[in-house]
């Protein structure tokens, strides 16, 4: 099983230049969700998304946008890309279970803006 | 807002020593689930252990325990005889119905 994808691994980027993150995940999950990492600052949320269509602000949203336009996958970009967006991204996703589901996590996608 | 602390920002221990990460949540759920995560050098998040709010029972998986604590809104996490294969970075992870929040991560160092 694949579980959840992230492309890409690995981007590097220069200031003001866009891009977008690919999630995917074939658990049929309904629940998805960007966080970031960053050292000493545990995952913060970006957005998440309760189902197809839909998506909400999480803790850190400014500088991003998503769409849910398909249940499998969950797409987060970054329309101008600013060196405070360096982190780690993690999407992750949790079946329809209100608060019992736990998170099923992609492998990270490491960005450096320069 | 729900809030996560967990005031240990790394721990050093030596190996076969018994180790217990501090977790603290705020939360105005009446319902919610609480979550330990561990997530090793090579980066991948790795679910250990989930529980409700209503359930207060410790639970012992092999070396891993857990303490948790609703009257003082603790959710410790013990292991016990701990090996180099434990080091790692911990997550206590509070959820409500739609998201999850994370605490800062104790890092802990197991020496041989």
């Known amino acids: 099983n694949a579980g959840v994808t992230q492309t890409p691994k690995f981007r590097v980027l220069k200031t003001g230049q866009s891009m977008t993150l690919l999630c995917a995940q074939d658990m049929n999950h309904e629940y998805m969700y960007w966080y970031r990492q960053d050292p000493g600052m545990g995952l913060r949320l970006i957005h998440y998304?309760?189902?197809?269509?839909?998506?909400a602000k999480g803790e850190v949203p400014d500088g991003y946008n998503v769409s849910r336009l398909k249940k499998q996958n969950f797409l987060l970009g970054l329309e101008s890309a600013a060196p405070s967006q360096t982190s780690v991204y993690f999407c992750?996703?949790?079946?329809?279970?209100?608060?019992?589901?736990?998170?099923?996590f992609g492998e990270g996608s490491r960005l450096t803006v320069l | 807002a729900q809030k996560v602390t967990q005031a240990q920002t790394e721990i050093s221990v030596v190996e076969k020593e018994d180790v217990t990460l501090d977790c603290v949540y705020e939360t105005r759920d009446t319902t919610y689930y609480l979550f330990w995560y561990k997530q090793p050098p090579s980066g991948e998040l790795v679910f250990l252990i989930r529980r409700n709010s209503f359930d207060e029972q410790n639970e012992i998986s092999g070396r891993y325990s857990w303490n948790f604590q609703k009257s003082t809104s603790s959710f410790n996490f013990t292991i016990t005889a701990s090996q180099v294969v434990d080091s790692a970075v911990y997550f206590c992870?509070?959820?409500?119905?739609?998201?999850?929040?994370f605490g800062k991560g104790t890092m802990l160092l197991v020496s041989p």
């Open positions: 998304s309760v189902g197809e269509g839909t998506t």
């Open positions: 992750a996703s949790r079946t329809l279970s209100g608060y019992t589901g736990e998170l099923f």
């Open positions: 992870v509070h959820s409500g119905y739609s998201t999850l929040t």
